[in-house]
């Protein structure tokens, strides 16, 4: 069974950091392509960013780039989001999903963990 | 940007309603549009993806249709489990972008 469990959401300042992790399981992690999508309280989805199967290639949305990277460890099965100079408009339940195979659409999600960024 | 507009953004409907959504991309994207289901405080559930294609384990009660920039979401008989909000995507190209979704609420 495909999972995907996320952490290291909270609560941090303006201008603070943090790095969320997502631990998968039950399928070949290194196969596939990853994303993060977040949703701001009471709003829709948004894609954040996405990285291929050797962490080679990475996309981002235009808001997150330059603060926010994202990697993988393969040996570990995990996906990180480290995300810096954070605004309060970046408050949002953050999920891991998996990219379909050959295609930049998602098949599973995790639960997803709360940032929220205020002082 | 692709802008991806869902109309309408809420619905009220009765069990064993037929219940079309409908999603337009700001460009044509050929077939490369997803369907989501999200319930409150859950994560999103993949329903539909290369316009039509259901997802495994989805019931054939769902149905997508449409290519370049008209789709819809078809939900043939709804039921009690249906009720959520629904969210198109588009992934044609960067950035990956979403509709503002439609809620489907009981009548």
């Known amino acids: 069974e495909v999972q995907l469990v996320e952490s290291g959401g909270g609560l941090v300042q303006p201008g603070g950091s943090l790095r969320l992790s997502c631990a998968a399981s039950?399928?070949?992690?290194?196969?596939?392509?990853m994303s993060w999508v977040r949703q701001a309280p009471g709003k829709g989805l948004e894609w954040v960013a996405n990285i291929n199967q050797d962490g080679s290639e990475k996309y981002y949305v235009d808001s997150v780039k330059g603060r926010f990277t994202i990697s993988r460890d393969n040996a570990k099965n995990s996906l990180f989001l480290q995300m810096n100079s954070l605004r309060a408009e970046d408050t949002a339940v953050y999920y891991c999903?998996?990219?379909?195979?050959?295609?930049?659409?998602?098949?599973?999600w995790g639960q997803g963990t709360l940032v929220t960024v205020s002082s | 940007d692709i802008q991806m507009t869902q109309s309408p953004s809420s619905l009220s409907a009765s069990v064993g309603d037929r219940v079309t959504i409908t999603c337009r991309a700001s460009?044509?994207?050929?077939?490369?549009l997803a369907w989501f289901q999200q319930k409150p405080g859950k994560a999103p559930k993949s329903l539909i993806y290369?316009?039509?294609s259901l997802q495994s384990g989805v019931p054939s009660k769902f149905s997508g249709s449409g290519s370049g920039t008209d789709f819809t979401l078809t939900i043939s008989s709804l039921q009690p489990e249906d009720f959520a909000t629904y969210y198109c995507?588009?992934?044609?190209?960067?950035?990956?972008?979403f509709g503002g979704g439609t809620e489907v609420e009981i009548k």
């Open positions: 999903a998996r990219d379909m195979l050959w295609s930049r659409t998602f098949d599973y």
């Open positions: 290369a316009a039509s």
């Open positions: 460009q044509g994207i050929s077939n490369y």
């Open positions: 995507q588009q992934y044609n190209s960067y950035p990956l972008t």
């Open positions: 039950g399928f070949t992690f290194g196969s596939y392509w």
